[in-house]
């Protein structure tokens, strides 16, 4: 028999402000309803009777397996190619043309931040690959591609994507890039996958602990979880890590309040390191 296991506010409290704290995500009131139901199989395969009884599995667990559980359960990670695609024109038209001849050591460093199932860094992978030509081969253009969900890199390791999801991209790429795996689905060759690093990485540690700075960030669509606090700091991190002329994107739903960045407004969602 299904029954529905009830959140009281007080619990709902207690676990958002336990997801808050560590992810930055706020999650308000009006979502009780989605998180009560994302996490209803977790509760009923684990025969809790309470979000209490749940909440303290999470704190006693020491597998990390609790805490992986309830991240890819309550993020939303809805992307696909070329989504916002005059950010990819921009950075195809515009950033290649400034960096190539500028970067030091052929060593071009990206950032996809919140790369969900993969169709970002993928595309700009693609971008590179077909800007530099017979070039490529001198460059190292590794991108490295992060989000907290292990469901969602694990998916995009595999680079397999179905007919009607790479639909918008360019014929030639099509052909190019990918390879029919059946009737349903393609997959990215290889020269196209290992260009891109996945990790696991929680955009609210304290510090970010890469060595070389970035010349290009992607972080589109992550921030409107995040209040005005949490996004400032995480954006001060950014410039943080960037060299100077380098350019941050975000999504077009989310903004940067200019009296709160060093970064200069380029467009609406790009900023640069100035």
């Given at each position: ?150 469901r969602v890199l694990d998916r995009a390791k595999g680079g397999i994507y179905s007919s009607e999801e790479i639909a ?68 001060n991190k950014f410039y943080d890590k960037m060299e100077f002329g380098g350019y941050l994107f975000i999504g077009h ?22």
């Open positions: 028999m299904w029954v529905v296991i009830a959140i009281t506010e007080q619990e709902f409290k207690q676990l958002t402000e336990y997801i808050y704290a560590n992810y930055g995500i706020r999650l308000k009131k009006e979502k009780q309803s989605l998180v009560t139901a994302r996490l209803y199989n977790v509760l009923a395969q684990k025969n809790f009777k309470s979000f209490s009884q749940y909440y303290n599995y999470i704190m006693e667990d020491q597998s990390g397996e609790a805490i992986t559980t309830l991240v890819n359960k309550i993020t939303t990670n809805h992307t696909f190619f070329m989504r916002e695609a005059q950010h990819f024109h921009y950075f195809r038209d515009k950033v290649l043309p400034y960096l190539i001849p500028t970067v030091k050591d052929k060593d071009l460093r990206i950032w996809s931040a919140g790369c969900s199932s993969g169709e970002e860094p993928y595309t700009l992978a693609m971008i590179i690959d077909e800007h530099l030509g017979k070039e490529k081969r001198s460059w190292d253009t590794k991108i490295l591609a992060t989000d907290i969900s292990s918008s991209l360019p014929s030639s790429w099509k052909n190019t890039y990918f390879k029919k795996q059946d009737k349903e689905k393609t997959v990215l060759i290889d020269k196209i996958k290992s260009e891109v690093i996945y990790r696991k990485f929680n955009l609210m540690e304290d510090v970010f602990p890469f060595k070389k700075k970035f010349h290009v960030v992607f972080c589109r669509n992550v921030m409107i979880y995040f209040d005005h606090k949490t996004k400032v700091e995480l954006v739903a989310e903004s940067i309040h200019r009296a709160d960045t060093r970064f200069k407004y380029i467009m609406p969602a790009v900023y640069r390191k100035v």
